[in-house]
């Protein structure tokens, strides 16, 4: 499947994962959020940058115990509660988090229950 941003040509999977990493741009990562529903805040953002950073330290993605554990203590007093930071990231990624991220940050499809 493709998908076309700004005159732009991304090859995608059926579930609108890129095939190409190299390919990822901010346009991708917006028509993509737009076509899930999902809308993007500063937030989100920071957490596409993050699976980025993971992504290319460790050849794979965060899963969503290491993203409470480790994101849910940067963010402040009011995310102590690890069950209180998944509900936040379940408000900006309310089907699966972990898998949305990867597909808006350009990372191959993770596999289920990550």
């Known amino acids: 499947m493709n998908m076309v941003v ?3 040509v991304f090859e995608t999977d059926e579930q609108g ?34 699976f980025h950073d993971y992504y290319q330290q460790y050849s794979t993605h965060p899963s969503m115990r290491q993203l409470v554990l480790t994101l849910g203590r940067q963010h402040g007093m009011h995310f102590h509660d690890r069950k ?4 936040f990231l379940y408000r900006l990624f309310p089907r699966d988090p972990v898998r949305e991220i990867c597909k808006l940050a350009g990372l191959p499809r993770p596999e289920p229950d990550t």
């Open 6 to 8: 700004h005159d732009r």
């Open 17 to 50: 994962f890129l095939l190409h990493a190299e390919d990822w741009s901010e346009d991708y990562a917006e028509k993509a959020a737009e076509q899930d529903g999902v809308r993007l805040y500063d937030e989100s953002w920071g957490l596409i940058g993050y």
């Open 84 to 87: 209180e930071y998944e509900k």
